[in-house]
């Protein structure tokens, strides 16, 4: 049987009609992508202008979504730069246009963006803390000088979403060259790493108070028997766990989710795995730490272990694929992602308040 090959097909599927309109065929433009996403040795570079018009076409009406970053990630397409920078400074901090910005643009996309951006900077500055690069951890280094205070405390928070902007927090802490009113901040933060080696460092370099209201936390016997402020609780849940946990449509899709932990937790089970999270680590979130032949290294869970790519969810809601001949060593973790010291930068009250809230997540009845 006649068999028409794929690359024809598409130049076929751009020829029909002439493509020659002034109002874009959704549906033609949604096909031809679909087709060349099938195509294993697709050159977007070489491809013609009126499959690159049609790419264009689908990316600007899907910027944002799931068909939109498969299609950028894939072939790489440089003409999204400047999307990808939005994407990074709109809304809520976006690990994954982040990353993609660096993968495609580099260190100077970086740079470029930091040197003009004023709307959404502290967006974008969140963002970028996601990417688990020297280079993009030197950008935000060099932000913690000066006397804009405000956004230093953002930098400290970014460059603590990743291993690598973790250690080199660690080493300004060490070397006194990060301003002695964020090293409380960076104690905070540091004390919920999800890498148990980042936690020991910063607990001998800096160390959080005992605790944040003073003295130590009655027995959970006690503890479940009081009632907190379900709205205060949320603002504690902003403040700890959305960097992890996903609330509904709030926070960031790392950790399990919380939208219907109050019908899956008792109240005192919701106080031990917040108190000592390694009693009870649920199933598909052990974590393990990874390491590269190129000395990259990888803290999160397993998404999927195929024969030729292990593919993790790490800190900020990222997937990342490495292919299995670079893995140098895979390690389980021995306690949980989630940090076992996270009460240590709440109060005994934010405590009882974040349980309250968080016992409020349930089902929704339809």
Do not use: W
């Not at 006649?2 to 096909?31: H, M, P, Q, T, W």
């Amino acid at each position: 049987m006649f068999r028409i090959s794929s690359k024809i097909y598409v130049i076929f599927l751009c020829a029909l009609g002439g493509f020659n309109y002034v109002k874009a065929d959704e549906a033609k433009d949604a096909l031809i992508v679909q087709t060349i996403l099938k195509l294993d040795s697709f050159d977007y570079e070489k491809s013609s202008n009126k499959v690159k018009d049609s790419v264009s076409r689908y990316l600007l009406k899907n910027v944002g979504t799931e068909e939109y970053f498969t299609l950028v990630e894939k072939f790489l397409i440089e003409e999204q730069l400047s999307n990808l920078q939005s994407l990074c400074s709109e809304k809520d901090p976006n690990s994954r246009a982040a990353n993609l910005l660096f993968k495609i643009g580099g260190k100077d996309a970086i740079a470029d963006a930091l040197k003009g951006l004023t709307e959404g900077r502290e967006l974008f500055i969140s963002s970028i803390g996601f990417v688990n690069n020297s280079d993009t951890v030197s950008a935000l280094e060099s932000l913690l000088s000066g006397d804009n205070f405000k956004e230093m405390r953002v930098v400290v928070r970014a460059m603590s979403n990743s291993p690598a902007g973790q250690e080199k927090l660690l080493d300004l802490c060490e070397a006194k060259k990060i301003p002695s009113q964020l090293k409380q901040d960076a104690s905070v933060l540091l004390s919920g790493s999800v890498d148990p080696r980042v936690r020991s460092r910063a607990a001998k370099i800096i160390p959080l108070p005992a605790s944040l209201g003073g003295g130590s936390l009655p027995p959970v016997k006690e503890l479940v028997e009081l009632r907190g402020d379900s709205k205060k609780g949320e603002l504690v849940y902003l403040r700890s766990c959305f960097t992890c946990h996903k609330a509904g449509e709030k926070g960031i899709d790392f950790g399990p989710a919380l939208s219907e932990i109050g019908d899956k937790l008792a109240r005192e089970a919701m106080y031990v795995s917040i108190i000592s999270p390694s009693q009870a680590i649920s199933f598909g979130y052990e974590g393990f730490t990874v390491k590269t032949n190129e000395g990259a290294t990888l803290i999160g869970y397993v998404v999927s272990d195929g024969d030729k790519e292990l593919t993790m969810k790490v800190p900020g809601g990222a997937v990342v694929s490495t292919n299995k001949s670079e893995v140098e060593s895979r390690v389980p973790l021995e306690v949980s992602l989630m940090p076992s010291g996270l009460v240590s930068a709440m109060t005994k009250d934010d405590l009882i308040d974040l349980v309250e809230y968080l016992m409020t997540l349930k089902k929704t009845e339809k």
